[in-house]
């Protein structure tokens, strides 16, 4: 599924160098604004120790990870909204992705400059969301407009189509993000057709130094109180730390780089996965001789869309579902003893995945 998250910040707050870590990608980093001006996209795999227990169970021939995209926006700056620094560009490149991380930059250092002068993450924070909220405020009164003349005809859709999106733009005057906004599922289901920026799916990432990594710092508190009413995650890491890591040749170095810190895992690693569940996506498995594969699909779908993420011909002639779970599978060790111990399923068109699913497919084209 090509959803992709869109990394964006101030000039200087360390995009670029956290891109490269998650994609290995080589984005330009330089300390001046406007390094990036086209987006960098990259494909990156999405870390799970599931596969790497299946591959030792089942042996196959080849692990096939699942994936996901991840977009570097150049850095934003006061007044992108009216075409401040390329804004209408940079704009448009965040209109096209499916959630934002937005980062932040949380420590000190008088080697990098900062575009406003003082490290001030909350400020940052609210010049984007300024920006952000300004063009959405531009797209939803260009709604309205169009909404009213259809709404004196008497269309019912129209009429909840514009209390909606009068709902919306006393939000954004307010200063109000629309993912901060109350709605019921089948609102926000409209909303979502709005394709408004900050409707989308948000996780401020707070970049500190060393010495913060593990338990935050002030400036990292002052975020978390700030956006607690938002909807939206958090996540603490250390760009400049994870490139080190990164230009360390061997697993064992790096394992023994995160022991020093006192860290269990790469933080680019809880950034992919909580980035994962940011897009409202899960995991299902299919194991065989000749590959495990990790499938993506978003929460909620049933077996016969689940079955179409590997080819269209699957959903279209879905006959039954077969289904083993992961855990199942580590308990029992293979097929055959999941079978024996009654564990295996069978399941119809009405199945809702479960992330870990285990999945083989029945079709007839």
């Known amino acids: 599924m090509a959803l992709k998250c869109g990394i964006v910040g101030l000039p200087n707050v360390g995009k670029s160098t956290l891109f490269n870590c998650l994609s290995n990608a080589k984005a330009q980093s330089a300390n001046f604004p406007f390094c990036t001006i086209e987006p960098n996209l990259g494909t990156i795999s999405i870390p799970d120790s599931r596969l790497e227990k299946l591959e030792n169970l089942v042996n196959p021939q080849k692990v096939i990870p699942t994936t996901m995209e991840i977009v570097d926006i150049a850095g934003l700056v006061k007044g992108a909204s009216k075409g401040e620094g390329l804004g209408n560009q940079f704009l448009a490149n965040i209109r096209e992705t499916d959630a934002i991380l937005h980062v932040l930059r949380c420590f000190d250092d008088d080697n990098i400059v900062h575009v406003d002068g003082q490290v001030n993450p909350i400020r940052d ?163 065989g001789v000749k590959e495990v594969r990790a499938w993506t699909i978003r929460k909620g779908m049933t077996a016969p869309q689940a079955a179409g993420v590997i080819h269209s011909d699957f959903e279209k002639g879905f006959i039954r579902a077969e289904v083993m779970k992961y855990n199942d599978y580590i308990e029992f060790g293979s097929e055959q003893a999941i079978k024996d111990a009654g564990r295996f399923k069978v399941e119809g068109k009405d199945y809702i995945v479960e992330d870990g699913d285990i999945m083989h497919f029945r079709f007839n084209v």
Request: hydrophobic share 40%; glycine share 4%.
């Open 125 to 287: 924070k609210e010049i984007i969301d300024v920006e952000l909220q300004l063009k959405d405020l531009e797209t939803i009164e260009k709604k309205i407009q169009s909404l009213s003349r259809v709404i004196k005809s008497g269309d019912k859709d129209a009429i909840k189509e514009n209390d909606l999106a009068t709902k919306i733009k006393i939000g954004l005057e307010k200063g109000t993000s629309v993912r901060a906004l109350d709605f019921s599922k089948e609102e926000f289901d409209i909303v979502k057709g709005f394709n408004l920026i900050t409707s989308k799916p948000v996780m401020y990432v707070c970049n500190v130094d060393e010495a913060s990594v593990k338990s935050g710092n002030v400036h990292v508190e002052q975020v978390q109180q700030a956006v607690k009413n938002e909807n939206a995650e958090v996540l603490v890491i250390g760009a400049k730390i994870e490139a080190d890591i990164t230009e360390l040749d061997t697993y064992d170095e790096r394992q023994l780089f995160l022991e020093e810190l006192g860290l269990e895992e790469p933080g680019v690693n809880r950034l992919i996965r909580q980035a994962y569940n940011l897009l409202n996506l899960q995991t299902y498995f299919t194991a």
